[in-house]
């Protein structure tokens, strides 16, 4: 599932576990402006199921996540 959107900023989080994807991605969504897109890379699959209570507690959307090869695109749009 390709998610045709364009990001304004891209986070690389490949190699680490859980929690620090969701620490990282929280502390990056705080410096956008809302309406703006992240794209957060990385490989831990327990992202996957952390991600989307915590945006929807922070008021953020997850616009849809691609996996391929081990490897979790999550496209979120900061609200």
């Known amino acids: 599932m390709a998610i045709d959107v ?3 900023v891209t986070l690389d989080l490949k190699g680490l576990s859980c929690p620090m994807p969701t620490i990282k991605i929280k502390g990056q969504l705080k410096k956008m402006k809302s309406g703006q897109i992240l794209l957060a890379i ?6 996957k199921n ?7 507690k922070l008021g953020d959307e997850l616009l849809g996540i691609d996996e391929e090869n081990g490897v979790f695109k999550f496209y979120i749009k900061k609200g």
């Not at 990385?42 to 992202?47: I, K, N």
């Not at 952390?50 to 929807?56: A, F, M, N």
């Open 6 to 8: 364009k990001p304004d």
């Open 42 to 47: 990385g490989t831990d699959p327990g992202t």
């Open 50 to 56: 952390d991600l989307p209570g915590t945006l929807k």
